[in-house]
């Protein structure tokens, strides 16, 4: 996985440009599931996590005909909680704790996990029977040792309960945590933040100030102290006060960030801070002991 980065010191020699703020800055690896790219940014070889965040996924956009859509059989997780969010699109959620979502643009979707949740993401008829186009994050968090083995659960936030700001006139959305003067009502089980901005060409934001952070550009282009952050990059950033962003381009980015949580493993769909209890979650599944997603009981995806 060593093409997934390069260091900031690599970076910075080449530009012969100092960026002491940029720890690492990570590219994608790329896959096409058929017609429908997914970038993963986390986790990679050399960075694993930022703050909480274990893993993170850009899906699309990807243009489907009629007929056809995302069609994610059940399958389990343990030891986390996900986010979904879209910028297009729509998907039918549905979990063994008896959810039933659809969830659009703009929305938060926190599933916990904890000691165990199968769900399956699924396009509607409705929205099948046309064309469209489906493009979003999918991201992990994972969770304190203290509550690895909670309750599974499902929380939904429409998108126009979430709080904004306007920050030296960049509209912010703030997803999870508290930066800008607001805080977003979407629970946290450690210090976690993730936002969202828009930025014209010529803009600059100043980063909310966090133990671990780090911004992903999903399209656009920015710099930082003198350094390219391109479309579809991730740059990992020192905990230093003042560091700002400026937009080469009109530009949208996600800030995710936090307070670390030490060594995860990962295995599949499960994290856990115990190697053995990955291990069980595998023969849980493999016996058929997860609980079945209501209204989606057949399918399932083998280990």
Known sequence: MSNLFESAEQ??????????????????????????????????????????????????????????????????????ATVTYLFEGEILHRDSVGSRQAIRPTDINLMVAGRGITHSERGRPEITASDHRLHGLQLWLALPEADEETEPAFDHFPGDTLPTAVVDGVPVRVMIGSA????????????????????????????????????????????AQGTEIPAHSMAVFAPEAGVAITATEATR???????????????????????????????????????????????????
């Open 180 to 223: 800008y003067g607001v805080t977003s009502p979407v629970r946290q089980f450690s210090d976690t933040l993730y936002l969202e901005a828009s930025l014209q060409p010529g803009q600059r934001l100043v980063l909310p100030e966090a133990p671990e952070r780090a911004v992903y550009v999903v399209e656009g282009a920015l710099q």
């Open 11 to 80: 970076r910075c020699d080449a530009l012969n440009a100092g960026c002491s703020a940029i720890e690492v800055l990570l590219n994608p690896r790329v896959a096409d599931l058929g017609g429908f790219s997914v970038r993963r940014l986390l986790p990679t070889a050399k960075r694993r996590m930022v703050g909480p965040w274990i893993f993170f996924d850009e899906m699309g956009p990807a243009d489907f005909a009629a007929g056809q859509g995302i069609n994610v059989r059940p399958h389990p997780h343990i030891g986390i």
């Open 253 to 303: 980015l996600v800030l995710i960030g936090g307070e670390p949580l030490g060594r995860r493993y990962i295995e599949w769909n499960f994290v856990s801070s115990r190697k053995a209890r990955i291990d069980q979650a595998r023969e849980d599944w493999r016996a058929g002991r997860f609980a079945k997603v209501l209204g989606d009981e057949v399918e399932f995806i083998p280990y």
